[in-house]
């Protein structure tokens, strides 16, 4: 029987509502999270951006700024936006261990 989705992830994935800045194709614009992992993201966007576009991201965590690139790997047409998965292709030690913590205590949260 295969796995379930969630059981297939290669990290854990929390979701999360935190505004988001994200920059394609020299052109910037403010995203809404939808669910965060330490390989990656999905948000929502205003456009539709191709896959394996290479993309700058700015979120903050408890107000620290963390700058990360990543590549589309899905943009997908959800009513009047558009649904962008981003898999992260750079991201700092810094940034990482943050986004460890970040989901570490989210998962602790939801399972207590």
């Known amino acids: 029987m295969p796995a379930a989705p ?5 990290a ?7 505004p988001l800045q994200l920059r394609a194709r020299d052109a910037g614009a403010s995203a809404q999270l939808r669910d965060l992992s330490t390989i990656g993201l999905s948000c929502t966007f205003p456009e539709p951006i191709p896959e394996m576009t290479a ?4 979120l903050e965590l408890d ?9 589309v790997v899905r943009s997908e047409r959800s009513d009047d936006e ?7 292709t750079e991201i ?5 261990k943050s986004l460890e913590h970040y989901i570490t205590d989210r998962l602790a949260a939801t399972s207590s």
Do not use: C, M, N
């Open 6 to 10: 969630s059981e297939r992830r290669r």
């Open 12 to 18: 854990p994935r929390v979701s999360a509502d935190l």
């Open 55 to 58: 993309v700058q991201l700015r």
């Open 63 to 71: 107000d620290v700024p963390h700058d990360i690139v990543g590549a």
């Open 82 to 88: 558009w649904e962008i998965a981003v898999y992260f």
């Open 92 to 96: 700092s030690d810094t940034s990482k």
